[in-house]
């Protein structure tokens, strides 16, 4: 959960039961429509409002559970298809993908996830985090596949992450930093932008964020 205009609340409930999300109705009037992508249940695709680079999305869960390790054979089986499509769709507008999760155990171990909403971060280009989080985590493990990863960190609080065409891998990670995925793949990727989801919120004009969320949309939705 995460402090929004002074009240608490998850923005990712918020914006499943109302149509929005707080922080896109902060950015824009109700003409500009929301965030999302395209739904399948039980997930919805959406434009991350903290943009680490235009294009970049979330997969989110219909219910508020900590991470996507936590579902069922058939939840994974439909999250391993709509990833696939959105990567597909990526791909064609933007080239090869980056993909991250802060897999929370909980909200007291929450693998430095700040919304224990379980959510799939994927972001353009292609981005190696490895000797970055086997620096700080040596017991990172390497998977053949996403539905690996998940397989075998559920249960866990985790890190996990992977490019387009490669291997996935994950760590235990009990004690993390909050953000600590969102930094590394905005610092390896030479990116301007802000990785603080807060920060970048707050100065979104002078990060133009309006302008590309609105970008992305028009071009993933075509």
Known sequence: MVIFNGTLECPFCVLLA??????????????????????????????????????????ITDRHMPSLAGLSKAERD????????????????????????????????????????????????DIDIFPHVAHDYPNVESFTSYEGALESLAGRAYLMFGRDKGPAYGVHAPACVTQYLRRLV??????????????CVRWADALSVRDQLLKAKNKLRS
């Open 78 to 125: 439909e999250l391993q298809v709509v990833k696939r499509e959105t990567e597909s769709k990526l791909r064609d507008v933007y080239g090869p993908i980056t993909y991250f999760e802060h897999g929370a155990e909980s909200f007291a171990r929450h693998a430095g996830a700040c919304i224990d909403h379980a959510h799939l971060h994927l972001v353009p280009g």
């Open 186 to 199: 905005s610092q390896a990727a030479g990116s301007k932008a802000v990785w603080n989801w807060r920060d």
């Open 18 to 59: 109302e149509g929005r999300s707080p922080v896109w109705d902060h950015f824009f009037h109700a003409e500009n429509g929301n965030e999302v992508i395209f739904r399948s249940e039980p997930f919805s695709v959406v434009l991350d409002t903290a943009p680490l680079a235009e294009g970049h999305v979330l997969i």
